[in-house]
């Protein structure tokens, strides 16, 4: 990578710069869920490994939030956008060197940043933990330049029309510089109360809803198309999907601090629109599994179709809990509870991970020119995640109905912390099955890498027939 | 080929993302700029000082250039005794809160008061300054605001430290950096919910509670009691001191993690203290050989436990 950052942009290998994302996105995995597993076992065993701050849970919570969040999913984004924009606009990455610059710069202000974290250095705000210069340097060394990429990738394409999943792409990386310069606000210009409060969570929501979700969506939106043959389903189902994510999924930001002394037409009206993302979510749902129809065998048989089907279809539940649950009949009950925790593992471990999973499967077979080395690992990859997901899901979001009745028939805190126990000890054994199967998949990749079939010109992965 | 270029897209797009921008952030934020400060509001943010996570003053959040908040007795000037008082001292370059810097922020009749009756705006970093929170009564509504009591009475800030004693000092601002930075607030909420909440943890904050503090740490993710008025249920030092060294101690089935580290090498003696025989000597309690746990060192007056000790037992 480092001979790359002062070489000429023509000498500079086309894909180079998705390679290294994709590498990079699998390691921060790696690292952002043994951080999980470390803390949940912290929650079940509070003594395991004590007497050191900067080991402590309340230090390590951010690290693995922002690890997962900026480390695996950005960065898998990134890839999917370095070799997805140019394939679909028929031409190359506008700029292969900016890419491996932003790769590097990436990779050290994540570091750095959540190093700094580590240590206790915050804004004590969730999810915009880090501190403004390391905001200026996400900011200028890693959205801006991506977001130019992918614009400019788009603006110099080779073919007539914008193919759905680049409108994302670049809506998105626009969006996702706005949010995170306006969300980040109260750092820059010391906004106080419930400015800064308000800003914490409309950060929080919309970097989900204006980053993650769009692009995760927009993933699925190739890989489904690409790998099983089939056109989209219906481009008008795509603009829908579109257009109601920039208007309804960028409004309910307060629907997050129903219980904050908020201006109350602010939360009413974040509410109505947060049932409104049901819009976008029937829409991508119905329309990628329409786009199935009758290659459903893939979903069994091929890796990519497994992982992005299985992601879209956790796109019901995640919107079903997503859309109801923040509305005041529901939040009172579940609000600050495990469901919560549940529900955003949903959301960034089962819909976003699965989609981003199956484009770096791709993506890396692709750019490299070599078939997946072992499918029989890619499936242990496969279910030790939906297994591992699915345990934490499931506990996490008894533990909360628990923490619920807790709160409205007001037990002693005590005796919810001790029907809690046995769920907490089910979220580490999940997490850690999720940490095991993801260090498989860095083997199975770097194993795909070295040792994968060489796939010939004129050829796509799927094409070829796995040999373990 | 004239390619396609998406002009009425784009100026779509531009309008409904502008659209909801205008609606989620600058509706509720001209919403939000007309509440005034409440009396909670300011003497959190003058008890907290100006930041609460990173700055400036204090890059690696150890708790540097916070405030002291005194509890006197003694008019510090003249020596004569007064109704119990609680100010606010900040020593010479410790950075005034947000409602101080920014009078406008503590909403338009508490500043107005602030700077005329108070004389808020005269006080001067470089020279340090002493505030304590007082209330007026306008058109039959209670207003409060802030007094600089360095101009108005003459309270220098060493004067008024040398009027309180150990006991009637509190480092609640570095213990807010403490709150913070050990992230206390993963799971411990500072805000109870509209709900029977209010029966079990108190009264929710109100509109105008917050202004001028930040970070405001509400937390998320509630896994341990809600904290907003955490002082007024429990304000034993001695139970704060123990939960804080092992929670295990006073709550047996608490999953807070130890915070031992907190004390720093020596106790308030002075004298060292040794971590792993204590850790020792607490495992052969807890499996029942020893009938008594050992004791708990107290902390020094510099230590960051104590420093939260005071943050958590002054949030009435």
Redesign the interface.
Known sequence: MFKYLFAKNEDIPAGSAAVFFGFSSIVWFVVGTAIGSFNAA???F??FV????IL????M??VHVLAVILGWISMAFAMAMMYITPALGNTKLWSEKLGVWNCFLWNVGLSLGLFLLW????????YSDL??PIDIVVIVGVLVPLGINVWMTIKTRRV???YTTNWFFG?ATF?VI?VFS?GNA??FF?????????L?W?FAHNVLGLWITPVAAAIAYYVVPKVTGNPLYSHRIGHLHF?SV??FY??P??H????????E??KS??SVEGVLILVPAIAFVSNLLLTMTGKWRMFVENIEIKFTITGVMMAIPLNMQGGFQQTRAIN?YV????W??AHAHLALLGFSTFLEAAAVYYGLQTLLRRKLYSLGLANFHFWMLLIGFTTYWVSMTIAGLI?GAG????VP??DV??AE?PY?IARWVGGTMVFLGNCVWLYNMWKTARAGTVIPVGRLPHELAYER | MAFREYKVGARMFGLAFGSSMFITLYMPAIDIAGVSATTSAMERQLAFGRVGGFSYEDPFLRGHGKPVTVDIVQDPKTGAAIEPTRAYVYPSEVPFPNGVRHPRILGELPSELSVSKGRMTDADEAQGAVFIVRETTRGGVSVPYIENVTATRGWTPDATLAKADDKNRAFIGKGKIMFVREGCWWCHTLLPEQTQDWQYFGAPPMLGDFNGESPTAFGSDRKAPDLTHVGSRNSSREWMMLHFFNPRLVQPHSIMPRYEYMWGDVDADGKPIDYDAWRAAYDEYESGNTIYPPEVPVPAADSEARALIDFVINLK
């Open positions: 912290k929650l079940a509070p003594d004590m007497g050191s701050e402590s849970f309340g230090h919570r951010q240590l206790g250095v915050t804004s004590g705000r969730e501190p403004w007539q029309g914008i809506a969006m706005i306006v109260p750092e010391q906004l106080t109360g419930l400015t800064e409060a308000y914490t409309w257009w920039v208007v960028s409004t930001a307060a997050h601090l129903m219980s904050a002394p908020l201006p037409w602010l009206f974040a009172w609000h600050g509870t495990g919560m925790v923490q709160k409205i028939y007001e805190y005590i912390v001790i126990h907490m």
